[in-house]
């Protein structure tokens, strides 16, 4: 089978194209899926390029949706022919976190999905929405259930919210997609006037440039006629906490998923306690999630953006692609 590995200690040119020897076929719990597609997310990126350290040879992509082509003995919630999307965390099945770290990430603690073939317990893939694309799907493992959990499950996001969306990528475009079809107001940040005019068209109710508003947060806090917003999805981290606690109501809830803007900062700590704010830092979720996403999903008709297609032996070109920041949404790579 094909495959794409990374050489030790990293770096985007140090992706290969390669031939491994296919999985061989299912044990008892498992089963062999064929993959079609996978998507690329900022911790792909960071392990790539080396940021995050794996062993010499690694796969990548923690995102894979496919086909099953054989089923193991005792595996009874899957069958050959099932259209399948793979778990970022695939020992968690439910409850709250119970580990850190990455150890079983697909991509980073084990080898990931950028593959032809892939043989795994089948409990580390879910169904997924009926209708989707492969490379629709392959957007839902990290992007779709970051933005799914930070609203829904930790945020408890009801119709007539208003949330505060960061940037156009991945994470953000699906949160700004989930919050509307759940009968929510958003605003969205984002440093070109272009795209804010294409989230514009996505259903977004306020937008603001941040070059030209350097108060972003006051000024978000101001189209609410100074309550605030009650949800912000964070994804600069220490370089833009500072303005998402400005933007937030009383007792309002800032959802941490990223460090685009920096790993560590200072944080206004009375401003916090101040205002009673929920902070929380979101990584992704679990499979009962991912699972009830796929159903509201169905349920409400939203559809990933895909900004490009790759084909998997050009994965180095679609991360060049994704560090030039060009892109809105999510980047498939086709299998």
Partial sequence: MKAVQ?????????LSVTD??????PGPGEVVVRLRASSLNYHDYLVVNGTIRTPDGRIPMSDGAGDVVAVGEGVGDLAVGDAVVSLFFPNWVAGRPVFAGMSCV?????????RELVRAPASWFTRQPRGYTHAEAATLT??????????VVEGGLKGGDTVLVQGTGGVSIFALQFAKALGARVIVTSSSDEKLERVRALGADHVINYRSVENWGAAARDWTDGLGVDHVVEVGGAGT??????AARIG????????????????STVNLMAKQIRLIG???GHRESQLDMIAAIEATGVRPVIDSHFPLDQLGAAFRHQ???????????DI
């Fill in 6 to 14: 990374l050489q030790a200690p990293g770096g985007i040119d140090r």
């Fill in 20 to 25: 491994l020897q296919d999985p061989g076929q």
């Fill in 106 to 114: 697909p991509g980073d603690g084990v080898d990931g999905y950028a």
């Fill in 142 to 151: 990290c992007a779709g259930l970051t933005a799914w959990r930070a609203l």
């Fill in 241 to 246: 906490l500072a303005q998402s606690i400005a």
């Fill in 252 to 267: 309002g809830h800032i959802s941490m998923i990223g460090v685009l803007d920096g790993l560590a900062g200072e944080v």
């Fill in 282 to 284: 979101i990584t992704v």
């Fill in 323 to 333: 560090e030039a920041g060009r892109h809105f949404g999510k980047i498939a790579v």
